[in-house]
């Protein structure tokens, strides 16, 4: 069966083209919203006179008012526990993959359950980093409808060629709660070349690198473009290397040349800020001047562009270091490559540019603000998207989003709507009961986050699962879809090699109306279905807390105290009790304390086995 969208849009058919689509670069300092004016990427600014760059900051006054962009990174210095930077960095990540940034955030991270995702505690309430980014994407969206006089509704948002399956995800369900329905997520470095018109042309076969220098990360990604499809051969770099660090060089070398007193300096936040501000204002002057000077607590200082670019060497050196290894990991020479791009406010140093060119032996594409390239590219995408370059042949996608259900009802999507057919991807489960002999796979299409919303295609089940203990099991769910629209769903579990196959003939088999419904149907719910999902989530991993602190209790009897039993068996009431009821909050505090009070005793415990296994004792 074919798919029932129109192939030149990649939209449903009868969907209307006047829509404006916007593009979006959610970016972990700042963000941008761009749009297609009179055939030209646009980015929109906040005002007159003002550019397009909006703070990725949030903050929350006491009365829980929330304000995005430059307001709220004024609040950065003066009420930092309630002002949230740098969301980017937690999405899709648990407090496990984060905790090595938390000296860096002045904000709560909560480190309850380390290996679920990370939340953010501000004003005694939890946020998931999603619920901080789709505030970023509200004041987005709303930013382009003042200025465009109409409801924006659909976007592409980018994001970093290295964000995995989850990073992506969260991305996407961001959007959702921001009320846009989120037709691409695009690599950074593929919207950056897109910018450049690269790729327009189906004919067009060509490597590309697109070097990224922000204020505070640092990425290199090479392509190759083929057929109208860019496919990343390699990436790397250092999330947190980036124009701070030149700053901050240039601050200490101040501090070293003008014999400044770093103990009086260092007490005092507002000087240390105004020096290093004035150290960035020297970097950006130095991009198209020989000095600077001018003059701080009383005196003059200056900096040539020779003594800049001493201090900048050694990070520039780490970035060409990456490259290096970028280009090694691509399988390509330097001479293969045929073009390079610049992204990201610190490529205007043209130090950067000079080193490029004698690594790759090309001279960087710099007609295009840094700053901007990748939403303006993202405009691009979405107006090829919109139906509006007909020059342009979109590659068959998947319409609606192939998953299965897991725990609670909620559905969990194997392959995201848009993606490319025929395509292939697969997710690794465990179970959550000891002794599970079987599994039921329930295959889903719809864009809802309950199954039960979404439409039903298919269901099998996995058996001769050999009995053990929940968690055990290596089970693998694999979804094959082929350029006709079948589906081929796979299960089986690693350890045992158990396996069965399921193939579902028409994934597609469904109205263009029935189709556009639960699309309209996925943005009108989303706020009611992420709250859901949250809270579903919550319950489950509450459930598992649950059931280990009753395990653990049990295999510990001996070693605990009697008033630890008590206070854990009470502890471990009240977390079942809360996740009767819908608020999540609740669970989630009383997960807290849980997990409080049993971390450390669970240590003892460890300390304890490690020191019989020492002493050759069987644990
Ligand atoms: P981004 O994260 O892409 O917005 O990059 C911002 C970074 O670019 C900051 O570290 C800025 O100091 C840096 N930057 C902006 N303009 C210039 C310039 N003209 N020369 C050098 N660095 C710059």
């Not at 209307?16 to 761009?34: F, H, P, Q």
């Not at 701080?296 to 780490?318: C, H, N, V, W, Y």
């Not at 001479?335 to 790759?360: C, M």
């Not at 090699?497 to 399921?502: E, L, N």
């Amino acid at each position: 069966m074919k798919i029932p969208i129109d192939l030149k849009t990649g939209e449903v058919a009868s969907e209307k083209k006047e829509d404006i689509i916007v593009g979006i670069d959610l970016g972990t300092t700042n963000s941008l919203i761009a749009y297609i004016k009179e055939g030209e990427p646009v980015t929109i600014k906040s005002g007159a006179g003002k550019n397009a760059l909006v703070p990725s900051v949030i903050h929350f006054d006491a009365e829980g008012a929330v304000v995005v962009g430059d307001t709220a990174r004024d609040r950065l210095i003066t009420d930092p526990s309630n002002t949230i930077f740098s969301v980017k960095r937690l999405m899709g990540r648990s407090y496990d993959d984060v905790s090595h940034l938390r000296h860096l955030l002045g904000y709560e991270i909560i480190d309850g359950d380390t290996a679920s995702l990370v939340k953010v505690k501000v004003q005694g309430r939890f946020y998931t980093p999603i619920e901080l980014s789709a505030q970023i994407l509200r004041s987005l969206k709303q930013l382009a409808e003042n200025d465009l006089g109409k409801p924006i509704s659909k976007a592409v948002i980018t994001v970093p060629a290295y964000f995995n399956d989850a990073q992506r995800q969260a991305t996407r369900d961001a959007g959702k709660l921001a009320g846009l329905d989120v037709l691409r997520i695009v690599n950074e470095p593929t919207a950056a070349s897109l910018a450049y018109g690269i790729g327009l042309d189906r004919q067009q076969h060509m490597n590309i690198a697109v070097y990224d220098l922000g204020g505070g990360t640092f990425d290199i990604s090479i392509l190759r473009l083929e057929d109208g499809i860019f496919d990343v051969l390699s990436t790397h770099g250092d999330t947190s290397l980036g124009g701070d660090d030149i700053d901050r060089s240039i601050v200490e070398h101040w501090f070293k040349t003008y014999g400044f007193d770093l103990a009086t300096i260092g007490k005092d936040a507002a000087k240390g800020q105004e020096i290093r501000l004035l150290a960035e204002k020297a970097k950006k002057h130095l991009s198209s001047h020989e000095t600077y000077t001018n003059s701080i607590l009383g005196r003059e200082i200056t900096l040539s562009r020779a003594d800049f670019e001493k201090l900048a060497a050694p990070l520039i050196q780490r970035t060409l270091e990456s490259c290096r290894h970028a280009l090694v990991d691509s399988g390509l020479k330097a001479s293969e490559l045929d073009k390079i791009i610049l992204v990201g406010g610190s490529t205007r140093i043209p130090l950067i540019k000079s080193e490029l060119k004698n690594l790759f032996g090309l001279d960087p594409d710099d007609n295009l603000d840094p700053d901007e390239v990748v939403a303006l590219g993202a405009a691009v995408q979405a107006d090829i998207l919109a139906g509006n370059r007909k020059d342009i042949l979109l590659l068959d996608v998947t319409p609606l989003s192939l998953g299965i259900e897991t725990v609670g009802g909620l559905m969990d999507v194997i392959i995201p709507r848009n993606s490319k057919v025929p395509g292939r991807a697969g997710r690794k489960y465990t179970t959550s009961v000891d002794g599970q002999t079987s599994l039921r796979v329930s295959v889903f299409q719809g864009e809802r986050d309950l199954v039960a919303d979404n439409r039903k295609l298919g269901e099998f089940t996995l058996r001769n699962i050999p009995p053990m203990p929940a968690g055990m099991p290596k089970l693998e769910v694999h979804f094959v879809l082929d350029a006709d629209g079948i589906l081929t769903v796979k299960a089986m579990e690693e350890r045992s090699g158990t396996q069965a196959t399921v193939e579902i003939r028409s994934a597609y088999g469904i109205s263009e109306e029935e189709m556009s419904r639960m699309l309209i149907d996925s943005i009108r719910h989303a706020e009611q279905d992420l709250k859901m999902r949250a809270l579903l989530e919550s319950r489950n991993e509450a459930a598992n807390i649950s059931l280990s602190t009753d395990r653990f209790i049990r295999q510990h009897t001996d070693q605990l105290t009697e008033n630890e039993i008590i206070t854990l068996e009470k502890l471990n009431q009240n977390l079942k009790e809360k996740c009767k009821g819908d608020l999540r909050d609740d669970i989630e505090s009383a997960m807290k304390e849980l997990n409080d009070y049993s971390a450390p005793i669970a240590h003892r415990m460890l300390d304890i086995s490690i020191n019989k296994a020492l002493k050759g004792q069987k644990i």
